[in-house]
C-alpha cells in the first residue's frame, strides 16, 4: 500500500530502527532518536542497494516521490544513482566557487527589481573596479583586508562616492552568497568604520545675478557653436540639470502648451518632470529648431548625430570665455534656485522646478502636485528679471541669439 502524509507524520520512534514502505521502494526510515529519513531500495548489476533521498519533513513525500522516479529513469539509463550522487559531490566540492561568479549571479538577481539605470551603474563598477581586483579570487580566499585595499585604491583617485558605493555592494554581494551558501562568513562587512573622510563637497560655481549680462555678452562675442550658445540659455531660463537638457529629444517638448515633459526614466529621482517653458525659452527653441530640428534629439553631436553632443561642452564653452572655476552649465540651478528663494515664491514651487524631492519622505510620496500655473507664472517673472537686466546693462535680451 502507498505511504499516506499522515503515516509519515505520525511514525513514532521506536527501540530499533524501522521502515515504512511506499512504492516502487521508497519507504520512510525511523531511528530510536526520532529523525526521520527518505530511502529508496533498489537494484543495479545484480545486487540490491539502498539510497538515501533527504530528510522528512523537509523533504515531503510527493517531494520524494519526484526523486524516486528520477533515480528510475536513471536506472532506466543503465546509470547507477549512488554513483551518479557521489560523482555530483565530487564534482560540486572540486569546484573552486570565484568571486566573479557570485557577482554575476547577484548582478543578474538584482536586476530585475532595479532601475535599468541601476543595474547599468551597478555592472559598471563591478567591471571597472571590483572584478579586476577579486573576479577570479576563491570566495574562501578573500579577507577583509582585501576589501578594505580595493576600496582605497578607489579613494586615492578621488572618487568617493564611488567607493561608497562599492562599500554597499561588496557587503550584498556577500549577503547573497551567505544566503545560499557560497560563503561561510561575509568579509564585508562594517568597511565604512575605516572609510576615508571625502573632502567637503564644493557646490557647482556660479556668478551673481548681477554679473549674467556681462557672461552672456561674451557668450555672444566668442566664436562659439550656435547650439551651445542656445544651449547655455535654455539652462539659464529653465534650471533643468545639464544632462536632462543635452539627451533631450524633440519629441518631449508640447511648444502649444509652453511645456517640456521629461520621462521617469530620464531623471534622476525616477519621476516625470514637467518643465513649464517662458516665452524667452520658446523663442531659443524656434531658434534650435532651425539648427537641429531634422534630428531627433536637439543638441546631436558633431561626428554621430544620432547620439547629443559631449557633457563637457558647456562647460567648455563656459572656460572659454573666462568662467573657469566661476561658472558652470548646473550652477545654473544653484543662481535659479538662490534667487527665485531670495524673492520669496513658494518653495514648493521652487523645488518642483528643480525636480527635487522632498526631504520628508512620506509628504515627498504623496505630493504629486506638480504646480504648473503658479510655475509657469515664476519662470516668466524670471526670464522677464534676466530680459531686463540685460537691457538695461546692454541692450541685449536673452531671448537674442
Known sequence: MALTDTAARTAKPREKLYRLSDTAGLCLEVTPSGSKLWRL???????AKMIGL????????????ERREDARRQLANGVDPAAHKQAEKRALAAHVHRFEELAREWHAYNSPRWAPSTAAKAMQYLEADILPELGQRALDDITRPNLVALVRKVEKRGAFNVATKIRQWLSQIFRYGLAKGAVKANPATDLDVVAAVAPRTQHHPHVPLAEIPALLGKLDAAKCDPMTRLAIRLLLLTGVRPGELRHAPWAEFDLESATWTIPADRM?????????????????????HELSGKYPILFPGRNNRERPQSENTVNKALHQIGYE?????????????????????NRDWIER???????????????????????LKMMQEWADTVDLLCADSNGHKIRSS
Open 268 to 288: 534622476k529621482a525616477r519621476r516625470s518632470h514637467i518643465v513649464p517653458l517662458p516665452q524667452q525659452a520658446l523663442n531659443l527653441l524656434a531658434q534650435l
Open 54 to 65: 533527504g530528510p522528512y519533513p523537509a523533504i515531503t513525500l510527493a517531494k520524494a516521490r
Open 41 to 47: 531500495r533498489y537494484r543495479f548489476g545484480g545486487k
Open 325 to 345: 572655476g566661476r561658472q558652470t552649465g548646473h550652477g545654473f540651478r544653484h543662481l535659479l534656485s538662490t534667487e527665485l528663494n531670495s524673492r520669496g515664491y
Open 353 to 375: 522646478q528643480l525636480a527635487h524631492g522632498d526631504q520628508d519622505e512620506i509628504r515627498d510620496t504623496y505630493n504629486h502636485a506638480h504646480y504648473l500655473p503658479q510655475r
